[in-house]
């Protein structure tokens, strides 16, 4: 392989390792920024609570579902993986942070 070849498809590799993740990062929404630090250890902190029928809210903890799901956040899995575990939900709520994240219907 000569020189000017190795050099295109070294630029070509690195532009891909930037392009793909920026992309990913600009057209998905928090928590989904897993594009850029998808293996770094994180401090956002993830909170799941049930609706019930009569309307009242219960803390659930994603360690019932089991691994991997306990420990993905992102993506309906874990929601949905809560709401077959507790059928007297109608809805999970996820929380980023602070920060309603997302309502998951259950049913």
Known sequence: MN???ASR???GVLALEIVV???SLATTSTPRHYAWSMFVESSTDYRYVG???DGTHVDLDPGEVGRPWS?????????????ARHPELTSVTRFYDTDLESVQPCG
């Open 71 to 83: 420990g993905i956040h992102y993506g309906p899995q874990t929601p949905e993986r809560l709401c």
């Open 3 to 5: 020189r000017a070849l």
């Open 9 to 11: 498809l070294l630029v």
């Open 51 to 53: 609706e019930t029928t």
């Open 21 to 23: 993740p920026a992309v």
